[in-house]
């Protein structure tokens, strides 16, 4: 299954907090309440069919299929604007089905909301797109996408078609009046079985790759944090600056004299170090001089260790999103902006990057 981090690379709607929040304000949870997924929670093959409305791309169809193959709903769907294009060519909708279609996208998340179950794992081909359509957001999704792969890039990716017919033997998407969503969600589905029948590795270029890159290479086995970047911008005779309170700087100090010769030389030589490390009193104090930085030195970087809980997570978010602001407004243009949200061994991180640009 994707990860929260995966979801989000892949631009899966999931509900957000702070300024991000409204970005999907008009999106339902599929459950109200969901619980662990296990080896006995049911998977559901999802397909989607989109029409050109005055409003954008809206849905026009939606079919689920069950692990038995079942259909489990299947349904046409009326958007409330005014269609400009069927797309009938790919989804075989056209104007005289929907004349008398009464279901509308509310009647539809009525009916998928009482329809899965709370650990249900959706599964579908590039899944965002119909969750998209939907407006709706699902914590487990299997994307076989992602799952398999030609290229041995992730970001090159099969087409469902393509899978279909060199793993499954089926030739979908073969007619003239469209896509069938039934027929793309049961051969989703048919993937996923199949993969799972199999190993990690089957079907799937990116894993294979990886794993004969170990066979072939020694991995260090010595864990080094914040050293490989610091060692490559003393290499390219860059500058470096490390802020923040006493809880954090007594940390890069040591992960910095463990580095390599080349770097241990530069940080005991009499001129200014390449590395510079600075710790302050306070959270505002390392912002503060975060902003300051960005145009003294080639890679600046603040470290904060934040107490989170339940009872002031909303309101440290938004302080959050209001450091992040002052930051991004410091920044020369071309600059690339980092945000990290470091996990623990039962929680995801979370990273975001943009570029600023002048243009």
């Known amino acids: 299954m994707l990860s929260a981090w995966q979801l989000i690379e ?21 459950k109200d309440e969901y619980i662990p997924v296990t080896d006995k ?20 169809r939606v079919s689920l299929v069950d692990e038995n193959h079942k259909t489990v709903y299947d349904t046409l769907v009326k958007p409330y604007n ?21 279901k509308r996208l509310e009647d539809v998340h009525k009916d998928i909301r009482e329809l899965l179950p709370p650990d249900a794992i959706l599964v579908g081909q590039s899944l965002n797109l119909d969750l998209h359509a939907l ?10 996408s992602m799952i398999y792969n030609f290229a041995g890039e992730r970001n090159r990716k099969p087409k469902l078609k393509v899978l279909a017919k060199e793993f499954l033997q089926l030739d979908i998407q073969s007619g003239k009046k469209g896509h069938c969503p039934v027929e793309d969600s049961l051969a989703a589905l048919k993937l996923v079985q199949l ?37 490559h911008m003393i290499e390219q005779k860059k500058t470096s600056l490390v802020v923040g309170c006493d809880d954090i700087t007594g940390d890069y100090h040591t992960y910095l004299t463990q580095a390599k010769e080349s770097l241990s030389s530069q940080l005991k030589k009499v001129k200014p170090k390449k590395v510079k490390l600075k710790t302050v009193d306070g959270v505002d104090e390392v912002i503060s001089s975060l902003r300051e930085a960005v145009t003294e030195y080639n890679f600046s970087m603040a470290h904060l260790k ?45 990273a975001m990057i943009k570029i600023k640009s002048n243009l």
Not at 135 to 144: A, G, L, N, R, S
Not at 221 to 230: D, G, N
Request: aromatic share 10%; net charge negative; proline share 4%.
């Open 82 to 102: 005014d269609i400009t294009d069927y797309l009938t060519k790919f989804s075989g909708i056209t104007k005289t089905l929907l004349n008398n279609v009464t």
């Open 306 to 350: 934040l107490d989170i809980n339940n009872d002031n997570e909303d309101k440290q978010m938004e302080v959050i999103d209001e450091w992040i602001e002052i930051i991004w407004n410091s920044l020369p243009p071309s600059a690339l902006y980092a945000v990290v949200f470091g996990g623990t061994t039962s929680d995801n991180g979370l």
């Open 135 to 144: 407006k709706m957001m699902h914590p487990y999704v299997i994307d076989t």
């Open 195 to 231: 993969k799972l029948s199999k190993n990690i590795e089957f079907g799937d270029a990116v894993h294979t790759n990886r794993e004969k890159y170990k066979e072939n290479v020694k991995l260090a086995t010595t864990k080094e944090y914040a050293l490989s970047i610091f060692n």
């Open 41 to 60: 929670s049911p998977m559901f093959g999802l397909d989607c069919e989109m029409c050109i409305t005055n409003a954008g791309s809206e849905l026009t």
């Open 10 to 30: 892949e631009s899966y709607p999931v509900p957000l907090k702070g300024k991000l929040k409204s970005a999907y304000s008009d999106y339902v949870m599929t």
